[in-house]
């Protein structure tokens, strides 16, 4: 299995950058593939961005590309998310997954960090 612990989230004012962490235990980081989630209140959790193993693909959902980046550094087994240019309708908890079995399931879970974006 492995361990995920996200950190990063805060309060930020429309327009502005906040960058997200996901610290990774358990398994060597970048042999499986790992994704950012989001969740709004009242909503369903949403895909967000991935990153295929060894880094060999990366995919966004088309309502944060040109705005979000996602990446990961081996030697630190930390997957990050640059969030840049907020709107407030990114405001939700979220989320990073492992697809540890590479089975196309994520299979584990982080508690998840708040992201606030006010107008």
């Known amino acids: 299995q492995v361990q995920l612990v996200e950190s990063g989230g805060g309060l930020v004012q429309a327009g502005g950058s906040l960058t997200l962490s996901c610290a990774a235990s358990?398994?060597?980081?970048?042999?499986?593939?790992m994704a950012w989630f989001r969740q709004a209140p009242g909503n369903e959790r949403e895909f967000i961005a991935a990153?295929?193993?060894?880094?060999?693909?990366?995919y966004y959902h088309n309502s944060v590309k040109g705005r979000f980046t996602i990446s990961g550094d081996n030697a630190k087994n930390t997957l990050y998310l640059q969030m840049n240019t907020l709107k407030p309708e990114d405001t939700a908890v979220y989320y990073c997954?492992?697809?540890?079995?590479?089975?196309?399931?994520?299979?584990?879970w982080g508690q998840g960090t708040q992201v606030t974006c006010s107008s």
């Open positions: 997954a492992a697809d540890v079995d590479s089975d196309d399931r994520w299979e584990s």
């Open positions: 990153l295929a193993r060894n880094g060999s693909s990366i």
């Open positions: 358990g398994r060597t980081f970048g042999t499986y593939a």
